[in-house]
C-alpha cells in the first residue's frame, strides 16, 4: 500500500539515489506489491523468500549433506519450494540457519525489493548480516536496499527510459516474459507517475491508518513505549509520541512531523547497531 509515509519514504530515498520515485515503486509494486512487513511470532519482519539452489551452493560435505537429506538445498533452482506464508518462509530460513546461518542469509532475497543476500559484498556492505540489518531497518531501510542495487546494476538510465523489458530482464532474470515481468512494470508505473512526488509528506496524526502508522509505533516501541503495533494511530500512539518528543526536546504536538520522523529513524537504527553488536558479543 502506498500509503503517504511510504511515499515520502520512497521519494527522499529516490533523490539521494537520482531515480525516478515513480518507477522505484513501480519495480517495489511488482516485487512485494509494496508490502514492507508480516508478523513473526510479535515480531514485524521484511517479506522474504529463500533459494534452496542458492543454499545448495554455498555449502560442501556434511552441512551439505544435511541440507539436501532436511529438503533445503538442491543444485536445481525451484526444487526447494517456499511456503505460502511469510510465518512458513521465516521458519524455513530458520531451520536453514541452523545448518549455517550465513549462507543461509545470503540465499535468501529481502525486503520490498526483494534484494538477494548474496550480494552483499557487492553493494559494499561490510556482511550479509549487514544487508540484513538493512532490510530490518522499517520502510525506509528497505527501500534504500532496493535502490542500492538499481544503482549498483546501472539501472538508473534504464528506469530513467521507461525500458521496462530492459529493467525486467536486469532484474527478474532471462525468463522474465514468462510471468509478464516488463508488462506488470509498465501497468505500475503507469499507476504511480500520475502522483505528486514533489509534495509528498510523511506527517501522521490522530486518525491515521495503514503501515504507515504501523512503522511509526515500532519505532516508538524500539524507544520503549508500550504499544500495540496495530497500523492505528490512536490515544496510546498520540500520548507515547508526545513523550518521545518530550524526551528529545521536540515540540510535543502528538503529530508525526518531519522532524519527529527523522528522530525516530535515528534511535531506530541506533538500536538496530547496539542489538547486532550484543549479539556478536554473546556469540562468542
Known amino acids: 500500500m502506498l500509503d503517504s509515509r511510504m ?9 539521494s539515489f537520482d531515480l525516478d520515485p515513480a518507477a522505484l515503486a513501480a519495480v517495489a509494486h511488482v ?15 521484511p517479506l522474504i523468500r529463500f533459494e534452496g539452489h542458492y543454499f545448495d551452493r554455498r555449502l560442501s560435505g556434511e552441512a551439505l549433506e544435511k541440507a539436501r537429506r532436511q529438503g533445503l538445498a538442491s543444485p536445481r ?44 559484498a557487492w553493494l559494499g556492505f561490510a556482511s550479509v548480516d549487514a ?46 516474459a514468462s510471468n509478464a515481468y516488463d508488462a506488470k512494470l509498465a501497468r505500475a508505473f503507469a499507476r504511480y ?10 506527517t501522521l ?7 504507515a502508522v504501523a512503522d511509526l509505533q515500532r519505532r516508538l516501541v524500539a524507544r520503549g513505549a508500550e504499544l500495540a503495533i496495530d497500523g492505528q494511530f490512536g490515544p496510546s500512539t498520540e500520548q507515547a509520541l508526545r513523550s518521545f518528543q518530550t524526551a528529545r ?18 534511535r531506530f537504527f541506533v538500536n538496530r547497531i547496539v542489538s547486532f553488536l550484543k549479539s556478536l558479543f554473546v556469540q562468542r
Open 193 to 202: 507517475d500520475k502522483l505528486d512526488w514533489q509534495t509528498a509528506s510523511a
Open 131 to 176: 544487508l540484513v540489518a538493512e532490510a530490518r531497518d522499517g520502510v525506509e531501510g528497505q527501500v534504500r536496499l532496493m535502490a542500492r542495487y538499481i544503482d549498483k546494476a546501472a539501472l538508473r538510465a534504464v528506469l530513467a527510459s521507461r525500458d521496462w523489458v530492459a529493467l525486467a530482464r536486469a532484474y527478474n532474470g532471462p525468463g522474465f
Open 249 to 266: 526536546r521536540l515540540p510535543a504536538t502528538g503529530i508525526a512531523d518531519d522532524a519527529t520522523l527523522n528522530a525516530l529513524e535515528r
Open 31 to 45: 516485487e512485494s506489491n509494496l508490502v514492507t512487513h508480516a508478523v513473526i511470532d510479535g515480531r514485524h519482519e
Open 205 to 211: 496524526r490522530r486518525g491515521d491508518r495503514g503501515e
Open 7 to 15: 511515499r515520502t519514504v520512497i521519494a527522499k530515498v529516490a533523490r
Open 77 to 120: 533452482a525451484g526444487a526447494v519450494r517456499n511456503p505460502a506464508s511469510q510465518a512458513a518462509r521465516w521458519k524455513l530460513l530458520a531451520t536453514a540457519r541452523a545448518v549455517d546461518a550465513r549462507a543461509a542469509d545470503e540465499s535468501t532475497s529481502w525486503g520490498i525489493g526483494q534484494v538477494m543476500g548474496a550480494h552483499w
